[in-house]
């Protein structure tokens, strides 16, 4: 099963470990220097969804996820790594051991700075002077470099096992990059991508290898390009620059992880009234906010949510596993009338569940036995029977009926 892992990489000093901290709210550090994270930061960010909580009139008592005024926040694993610079695939920068967690991740926050303040080495330049698409494209060879690098070494091996031994050569591969995580499925969709489903291995040129990999990365690591510090002035040429060259292809989403993680802080400290991913928050009690925070308060809502919709960093982590993975959200229960589980909490869980999940798949998760002694199930919301195979969809309230 895929596991919901988001890997946020970029080069250094763009924002990533401020988006990690906005979207968990794990004090990690952050500074204007680059490599300021060496070791990567795991922690719990938060998918959003509306809850179905108001369609059913009902109050929730969630326990593996967040209620928040009818939205519920179903949890997900961030991975903040180390900047990478162009090099790092040989060892630059802090070498590859940081790509080497990206292994975990099944989908890629590609953090860029829109401001255009540091260059592909992190170094601060004048704002408006770097253009990010250019470390769109660098990350991205950095990324094949190490794909390729991990299929040349013993490449001779590699055809050696499919033409000799005649072993099939989507196993051969798969067992050749097992360390990028992927799906032997992954490999199969590349292969026939790529046209190579035919072609002996032993006649690839390297321009089929380079192309198959771009491919592999494609479907086993896909990615969304985050264009940071969207507050600044300069952010905004260079948010239409990445659009018109990376979008449909990825999706670009202009952030200010640093706007979101002074709401969420100004919010845990009861200040302000603010739900992640919302366009507007509410100051709670003017007085206790010093003349700073009311400045910084003021240029968030005026350079960030009024002008972008809300800080991007709710809309990156959404559009990650809702849209790239198509992830969808389900709500077993055990009581289709109360909507409780055996305890008679409401709507106790939310679980993400892969793209294509089956009702099947639903009862496996819950528990193995739901799986082997399973009838059928029930669509809550409408009251039909459905079978195992049934695909589940966003936002279904399902109840599984298992046998003795
Ligand atoms: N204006 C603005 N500055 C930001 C934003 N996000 C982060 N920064 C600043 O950018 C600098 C780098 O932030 P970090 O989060 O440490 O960046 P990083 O990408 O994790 O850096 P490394 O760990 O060194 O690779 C800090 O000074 C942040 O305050 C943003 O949305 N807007
Ligand atoms: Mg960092």
């Not at 179903?74 to 990206?102: C, E, M, Y």
Request: aromatic content about 6%; hydrophobic content about 40%; proline content about 4%.
């Amino acid at each position: 099963m895929v596991e919901s892992i988001a890997g946020i990489v970029g080069p250094p000093n763009v924002g990533k470990s401020t988006f990690f901290a906005a979207a968990t709210l794990v004090d990690v550090k952050i500074a204007s220097y680059p490599f300021t994270t060496i070791e990567p930061n795991v922690g719990v960010g938060y998918v959003k969804v509306k809850c179905v909580c108001k369609e059913f009139n009902v109050k929730d008592n969630p326990r593996n996820s967040v209620c928040i005024e009818g939205y519920r926040f179903v949890p997900v694993t961030l991975i903040d790594v180390a900047g990478l610079v162009p090099g790092a695939w040989k060892g630059r920068g802090l070498g590859n051991q940081f790509l080497d967690h990206v292994r975990r991740a099944s989908v890629l926050l590609l953090v860029v700075d829109a401001s255009g303040s540091t260059d592909a080495e992190g170094r601060k330049v004048k704002p408006g002077t770097h253009d990010p698409r250019e470390d769109v494209k660098f990350l991205e060879k950095e990324l094949d470099m190490w794909i390729y690098q991990m299929l040349k070494k013993d490449w001779d091996k590699v055809v050696r096992l499919v033409e000799v031994a005649k072993r099939d050569v989507r196993e051969v591969l798969f067992n050749r990059l097992s360390g990028l995580g992927i799906k032997v499925e992954d490999i199969a969709e590349a292969l026939r991508e790529s046209d190579l489903e035919v072609k002996r291995i032993g006649q690839w040129t390297d321009e089929d290898i380079t192309n198959f990999i771009r491919n592999l990365r494609g479907i086993a690591k896909p990615e969304i390009i985050v264009a940071n510090k969207a507050d600044l002035p300069q952010a905004e040429d260079n948010i239409s620059l990445l659009k018109d060259e990376y979008e449909p292809k990825y999706k670009v989403i202009p952030t200010s992880a640093e706007a979101e993680l002074a709401l969420r802080k100004a919010a845990k400290a009861k200040l302000i009234k603010y739900i992640p991913g919302e366009k507007e928050f509410e100051i709670v009690n003017r007085d206790k906010l010093n003349e700073r925070q009311r400045r910084a308060l003021e240029y968030i809502r005026e350079n960030v949510l009024e002008k972008w919709g809300s800080t991007g960093v709710q809309d990156a982590i959404n559009t990650a596993f809702l849209e790239v993975l198509g992830m969808v959200v389900v709500f077993p229960v055990e009581d289709e009338n109360k909507l409780t589980d055996h305890k008679g909490n409401v709507l106790p869980d939310a679980f993400l569940m892969p793209r294509g999940s089956k009702v099947i798949d639903l009862a496996r998760k819950i528990h193995s036995e739901l799986a082997e002694k399973f009838v059928s199930a029930i669509d809550v919301r409408t009251k039909r029977r459905l079978g195992g195979g049934y695909i589940l969809k966003n936002r279904d309230v399902i109840k599984i009926i298992a046998g003795r």
